[in-house]
């Protein structure tokens, strides 16, 4: 563990992919990491993380990087003294990236545990270290369910559209307090809807924008099966057949409330913002990572038939949000992009003052067929993450 | 090796790997049974019987006699045995079948000797009461009677197999026995996997008794000991009734002697003497009581404890409860994530009465029942237990009210058009990718998507269900049968299954096992607890071991249960190893059951089925 503490940070959550790609972005940058995490239950935590190394063609950090199984549900993290009082020595600064990203009420107490009650044995870390600066990785939407503006400011609201949004903000109420009181200088940065990268389209993870795609290639593909191995009558009475040219007529309405925006950032440009705050921030701030120009479903839609040799899917902005009428292949969709809908036609604008001082060089890319493509194509040859 | 030696050891590896299930005794299939068996009644001409014959006669340890030459003569080859077995074991006896005669054969042409084995006094006076054909000492015949799967018991050839017909002839036998001092043991001829119908004396088979006889102004049908399951609930169901019976090929007097008789349908018919209305009996001595005289012994008491080896009597016949059948009954799956929830909704159900047959199955028991082969179970298994998430799916028979009292209960379940669509899609839920996807969306509420008012027609199209993919995998020749037999109807309607069990008849396909069933609360933490138990002593010893079944009986205040140990018979490293393994289970559940005052272990049962349920349960 290095004690430099400008240059050392301590970085939790780093087997996720947010946290995944800001280590080693940090390491990039040639700063020491101790990357708290746990195992999994096929592999110790060295080896996810060396792992990841690998995936990311890192060139060997060596001592630059330490990997230490940790506990945050208990006191000390569940290290003995000595380690942990080498780490409070390591702990310049703090990333705190670790989150359960589960959107479902049934897995509230899970998701709580994790976002909130782990809270105390990391702020104590942050305490005894001494820690230089305090980073909190939330997200945009723990704004809660409104519309408009959402400033760069604390959380005013207990409306939310789901227990991972809830946690979130709490979780920055708590930090944010510790913070005050301690005089801990704290940077909260909020996400919105994170894909792959957008040079490379390579991912970690692929849930959010990628859901939906995913879902809409199974639902294709069993159509697919049926026109070709079954002479597709089952699909024909649903409308649905197979062009010339391979196409899939598929009619697909996408029903959604209220006509609205999806903000979606590539995850380079989540890490380049990042490690411009970890640099340049100096005092407390919070700062909205968000897109300027997000895209619509109709956009989405578009992109996704496009990708997917489709004809027929469309947005329907329809205040019940229900499709009256919906075929087998609607209905299955439909259920499937339940947990994103409010994040499908969002009204709510990001403010980004604070982030575009910090930054002032860096600007969302724009979200492009092209950028889309070289995501989904990287998402297809992992198979969406089973390989 | 040459090819002859390796034609002879794959003949003898099928020979040995029969499970003794007696499957080829009844015609669960509509193909007939074999017609040799059908006229002589001994096992030895049943395919089950020339599997042991032929292994004997190719391992020498039997001569050729006239009995051995008059069984492989009577076989014509006709196939219906592969059918049956393929069925039930994935096996070919024609083979077996085909070797038996080829062995006589070729025995008799290099000039081989007929072994004849003489009459003693003892057979001589057996052949007077029960006719010439009826006793005999033959070698051929005995060695089917000498052994099953059990891998707990020494076992004998008998000295004499004799086939009364009539209870005024069991009498007679039984006298004469005593006279001589010579032990016996009965039994039906049917199913055997538990050891217990061995004797080096006589074995006394009942399977010429099938008399029925139904009562229907009564509500009772009146069955003979030779009578099996799956006859009876035939014979009922044409006249639009129900019989509770066991597996197919168990015999109706002989299962309750023996286990007292239990379903998934004991949730509502009950088990052991909730089952029938009188039975008759002939005692030791060789007088006849019925349970209804006066002065007949109170075989409704309960000992928890094993009993004795031998019975205390011989059940000539039982007068079986008649059961209602409603045109609406149909059955559904309940999938659950865990057993703790499937069991609190099992005892929902149960306490409140709603539904007929309630079972909560594990995943090696709906691998092994849909799939047709062992392969595709294996797949199976591994789709609906980490795939679909489904380790335990509750079955559930019920009319249209039990059916709509569970939909009102919240549990998303397999209904019987996509029970049938998984069933005969089964070979393509192997590379259906859209089942990651369902999995996603029970992270929500578990199995969501089975709410989905079309998510049935949407399964149909992905997998494209027909009996022609199912059949897929199965040997080219027998291909046509299966797909014929998979399109029908009764193959895909849960209720049916279920009353017929045909399928359970599969559980040992992969290996045969000890079933190690007892009654116990519906208690998940004392149930979860045991479940450890058993497991950590099965893995102590290597064995495969699983889950089988759970059913609420008594209004949902107790269940009974089964978990099974693996093993291959055929493996003596495998038997030492079961041996230990189930002797120390038993211990096990001794323990709980002096615990807990509320365990009573099945094998105990033996011999004392025909109890009333409270006093085994209660008392």
């Known amino acids: ?387 | 090796m040459s090819d002859r030696e390796n034609t002879i050891n794959d003949v003898l590896k099928i020979a040995k790997n029969c499970r003794h299930y007696a499957m080829c005794k009844i015609d669960f299939l509509g193909t007939g049974v074999c017609a040799s068996g059908l006229e002589k009644h001994y096992v030895s001409f049943y395919p089950e019987g020339r599997m042991d014959l032929y292994a004997a006669l190719a391992e020498g340890t039997i001569p050729v006699t006239e009995k051995c030459v008059e069984i492989a003569d009577s076989c014509n080859l006709c196939g219906t045995c592969d059918f049956q077995c393929y069925f039930v074991n994935e096996m070919r006896p024609s083979k077996v079948m085909k070797a038996l005669k080829d062995h006589v054969c070729a025995y008799l042409e290099s000039g081989g000797k007929i072994v004849s084995q003489e009459d003693d006094t003892v057979l001589t006076e057996l052949k007077s009461i029960v006719g010439d054909f009826w006793a005999t000492n033959d070698s051929a015949v005995r060695i089917a009677y000498h052994h099953d799967l059990c891998p707990h018991v020494t076992f004998k050839m008998p000295e004499y197999v004799v086939m009364p017909n009539s209870h005024e002839e069991i009498s007679s036998i039984i006298r004469l026995l005593s006279k001589h001092k010579i032990p016996y043991v009965v039994r039906g001829n049917g199913a055997s996997s538990h050891g217990l119908v061995f004797s080096e004396g006589v074995v006394m088979d009942l399977n010429r008794m099938k008399s029925i006889d139904f009562d229907e102004k009564n509500w009772s049908v009146k069955v003979g000991p030779g009578v099996a399951s799956f006859t009876i609930q035939s014979e009922a169901g044409k006249r639009g009734y129900r019989v509770h019976t066991a597996e197919p090929a168990a015999l109706v007097c002989a299962n309750i002697m023996t286990s007292g008789l239990l379903s998934t349908f004991s949730t509502t018919y009950g088990i052991s003497a909730d089952n029938f209305i009188d039975a008759e009996f002939i005692a030791r001595d060789g007088s006849f009581f019925s349970l209804n005289d006066r002065t007949a012994p109170n075989l409704f008491s309960f000992n928890n404890a094993l009993s004795e080896r031998e019975a205390f009597a011989i059940c000539v016949s039982v007068s079986m409860k008649l059961h209602p059948v409603t045109d609406d009954e149909e059955g559904i799956l309940v999938p659950f994530e865990s057993l703790e929830k499937a069991l609190d909704f099992a005892r929902e159900c149960a306490t409140r009465h709603i539904g007929l047959a309630i079972g909560i199955l594990g995943g090696e028991f709906v691998s092994s029942f849909l799939a047709p082969t062992k392969k595709l179970a294996a797949e199976a298994k591994d789709i609906f237990t980490k795939k679909l998430g489904m380790p335990y799916l509750v079955l559930f028979i019920g009319d249209r009210y039990a059916l709509r009292s569970v939909r009102d209960m919240g549990q998303p379940a397999i209904d019987q058009k996509l029970f049938k669509t998984l069933s005969q899609g089964l070979p393509a839920l192997h590379s259906a990718k859209w089942l990651d996807l369902l999995k996603e969306l029970s992270d929500d509420e578990p199995f969501s998507y089975l709410r989905l008012g079309q998510f049935g027609d949407l399964a149909e199209t992905a997998l494209a269900p027909s009996s022609t993919q199912l059949t897929e995998d199965i040997d080219p020749d027998l291909r046509p049968f299966f797909e014929g037999l998979y399109s029908r109807p009764e193959m895909t309607d849960l209720v049916w299954l279920n009353t017929f069990r045909i399928l359970s008849s599969r559980y040992c396909r992969e290996k045969p096992c000890v079933a190690l069933v007892c009654y116990l609360p519906i208690d998940t933490s004392l149930i979860d607890e045991i479940q450890g138990g058993l497991r950590d002593i099965a893995e102590k010893h290597h064995l495969k071991n699983e889950f089988g079944f759970i059913t609420p009986i008594d209004s949902g205040k107790r269940c009974v249960w089964e978990y099974d140990y693996f093993f291959n018979h055929n493996d003596p490293d495998e038997i030492s190893r079961i041996q230990l393994a189930t002797y120390e289970a038993g211990a096990l559940l001794d323990e709980y059951s002096e615990k807990t005052g509320t365990i009573r272990q099945v094998r105990y049962v033996v011999n004392q089925g025909y109890c009333r349920r409270e006093n085994l349960l209660y008392l």
């Open chain 1, 1 to 387: 563990m290095h004690d430099d503490a400008g240059h050392s940070i301590v970085l939790t959550g780093a087997t996720g992919f947010l946290g995944a790609f800001l280590m080693a972005g940090l390491l990039d940058r040639g700063y020491h990491v101790t990357v708290l995490g746990r195992s999994s239950k096929e592999m110790g935590l060295s080896d996810r993380i060396s792992d990841l190394v690998r995936w990311f063609s890192l060139a060997d950090p060596g001592e630059r990087l330490c990997a230490l199984e940790a506990d945050l549900s208990l006191k000390h993290l569940g290290l003995d003294d000595a380690t942990y009082g080498r780490l409070c020595t390591a702990a310049g600064k703090i990333i705190h990236c670790a989150s359960d990203t589960s959107f479902t009420e049934r897995n509230r107490a899970r998701v709580m545990a994790t976002n909130v009650n782990s809270l105390p044995s990391l702020l104590d870390l942050a305490a005894d270290a001494r820690t230089k600066h305090l980073y909190y990785v939330s997200t945009a939407y723990a704004a809660g369910m409104r519309e408009g503006i959402c400033m760069e400011t604390p959380i005013s609201t207990d409306s939310f559209t789901n227990v991972y949004e809830e946690s979130k903000a709490e979780a920055e109420g708590i930090i944010g307090r510790y913070c005050e009181n301690t005089g801990v200088p704290l940077s909260i940065l909020r996400p919105s809807i994170v894909y792959g990268h957008s040079k490379t389209g390579r991912a970690l993870k692929f849930n959010a924008l990628y859901s939906p795609v995913k879902s809409l290639a199974c639902v294709r593909d069993i159509f697919i099966k049926d026109i070709v191995e079954q002479g597709g009558k089952r699909s024909r009475q649903w409308g649905i057949n197979m062009g010339d040219d391979g196409t899939v007529c598929l009619p697909l309405a996408i029903y959604l409330p209220i006509r609205g925006t999806v903000n979606l950032i590539p995850v380079d440009y989540f890490v380049e913002s990042a490690l411009c705050i970890i640099e340049h921030s100096v005092s407390s701030g919070i700062y909205h990572i968000t897109s300027d120009n997000p895209p619509d479903m109709t956009t989405l839609a578009d992109y996704s038939e496009q990708f997917l040799g489709l004809r027929g899917i469309r947005a329907v902005w329809d205040t019940s949000g229900k499709n009256p009428a919906p075929n087998p292949a609607e209905e299955l969709f439909d259920r499937f992009i339940e947990q994103y809908r409010p994040y499908l036609s969002d009204r709510r604008i990001f403010d980004r003052s604070r982030m575009k001082s910090i930054t002032p060089g860096l600007s969302t890319p724009a979200f492009t067929y092209e950028i889309f493509e070289r995501c989904m194509d990287y998402a297809v040859a992992c198979d969406w993450g089973n390989t």
